[in-house]
């Protein structure tokens, strides 16, 4: 098994460009993540899926949009970048079971916005 | 949101030493994990806890829940320079769905 894998795994882009990140995961899981990781500020929750179809917003989501359209994908688009997205972005998964909440990361994407 | 209070925010130790981390807050978790990033990787799972009081080992490390449920603290015994990389800890608190609350990390450097 791959576990979670994203791509790309680095990018640069110039202020107002779009991009998709996308991300993938073969353990059959029915919950999906993105963060975003900046130095000193842990991991914070952009948006996530609680199964095929669905989205939620998480605790920072402007300048964000994401689709689960299968359930094993969970893409996470920026309409148009701004500097402030230069972060490192991570996915996640985990299973649907109650009482259950151990996430499982990707290897990340860096992206710099110029 | 939530805050959790991850400390040490950096520690530097010889290697074969013993460390210990910890992670408060103000509010009541029903589950705490540690994880470990490497450089340039995606956090990695060390161990979950899902009780009050609970301790819990893998090889070297070992986590408790607080009693409390307030805290969770992180241990890892005789160190060795692969154990280098950034300790985060995460909670789950009732209520939130399945979202995780992390801390900000301990970056931990082992010396030879």
């Known amino acids: 098994n791959a576990g979670v894998t994203q791509t790309p795994k680095f990018r640069v882009l110039k202020t107002g460009q779009s991009m998709t990140l996308l991300c993938a995961q073969d353990?059959?899981?029915?919950?999906m993540y993105w963060y975003r990781q900046d130095p000193g500020m842990g991991l914070r929750l952009i948006h996530y899926?609680?199964?095929?179809?669905?989205?939620a917003k998480g605790e920072v989501p402007d300048g964000y949009n994401v689709s689960r359209l299968k359930k094993q994908n969970f893409l996470l688009g920026l309409e148009s970048a701004a500097p402030s997205q230069t972060s490192v972005y991570f996915c996640?998964?985990?299973?649907?079971?109650?009482?259950?909440?151990?996430?499982?990361f990707g290897p990340g994407t860096r992206l710099t916005v110029t | 949101g939530q805050q959790l209070n991850q400390s040490p925010q950096s520690m530097f130790i010889q290697e074969g030493e013993d460390v210990s981390m910890n992670c408060t807050s103000s509010?009541?978790?029903?589950?705490w994990l540690w994880y470990k990033q490497d450089p340039g990787e995606g956090p990695v799972l060390l161990i979950a806890?899902?009780?009050?009081?609970e301790l819990t080992s893998n090889g070297r490390l070992t986590a408790q829940f607080g009693i409390t449920r307030k805290d969770s603290f992180l241990n890892i015994s005789a160190s060795i320079p692969s154990d280098v990389g950034i300790y985060f800890c995460a909670g789950h608190l009732s209520g939130s769905a399945r979202q995780l609350t992390f801390g900000s990390g301990t970056q931990l450097t082992v010396l030879p």
């Open positions: 509010s009541i978790f029903n589950t």
């Open positions: 353990m059959n899981h029915e919950y």
């Open positions: 899926s609680v199964g095929e179809g669905t989205t």
């Open positions: 806890l899902y009780k009050a009081g």
């Open positions: 996640a998964s985990s299973y649907g079971a109650t009482a259950t909440y151990e996430q499982y």
